[in-house]
């Protein structure tokens, strides 16, 4: 690291204690890694979305300014909680372009990288997704932010294993397992683990 750098879990827990000159530091350092996620989210998504990676980032970012104090762990935390509210304006977005279209049927918002996930060779709706993962953390919170994780962030085992202070053949199994109840749970099968 450069020795005028500040790690980012320094600067996250400056931030965190009332610092905006951390924030604005911050960014500078991560803003680049934040659009890589937020430009992997659009690769799941359908070709013509009205929304652009940016975009989706600096709505991102604002909502992240909104939450200053939370005690942030480390960067893990940090882009799992800027993922999470990366899938919620997408499933706003989804949502109203829904209520815009006056009750029609509408065009699906495919996640087309989600193999895993796909029912009969086609990818979930963000909307189903997103409903599927919140059964899946009524039932195990665990679960389900391995998927938020690992989905959405992109972060590897080994980072989400940090992240949540359990071992990294933790996270391959539960991932695993998440993965085959969400693929079921969006099916529309029943599957008891």
Not at 75 to 85: E, G, I, K, S
Not at 92 to 117: I, N, Y
Not at 120 to 137: Q, T, Y
């Amino acid at each position: 690291m450069n020795s005028g750098r500040k790690s980012v879990t320094e600067l996250l827990q400056r931030w965190s204690a009332g610092d905006t000159r951390a924030f604005d530091d911050l960014m500078g350092q991560v803003y680049d890694e934040l659009h890589d996620i937020a430009a992997q989210c659009f690769r799941r998504e359908r070709s013509d979305h009205t929304l652009q990676a940016t975009a989706l980032l600096h709505e991102a970012v604002l909502r992240l300014i909104d939450i200053q104090g939370l005690p942030w762990k480390d960067r893990a935390h940090f882009y799992a909680v800027a993922a999470r509210m990366m899938r919620r304006i997408l499933v706003d977005h989804a949502r109203q372009r829904r209520r815009l279209k006056r009750g029609a049927a509408g065009r699906r918002v495919t996640l087309s990288e989600a193999e895993p996930l796909a029912v009969h060779g086609k990818s979930p709706d963000i909307e189903a997704l997103d409903v599927a993962i919140k059964r899946l953390e009524t039932r195990d919170p665990q679960k389900a932010k391995i998927v938020e994780l690992r989905f959405f962030a992109g972060l590897s085992g080994e980072e989400i294993a940090r992240c949540l202070n359990i071992s990294t053949p933790t996270v391959t199994r539960e991932w695993r397992r998440a993965r085959t109840w969400l693929f079921c749970e969006i099916k529309g099968e029943d599957l008891d683990e």
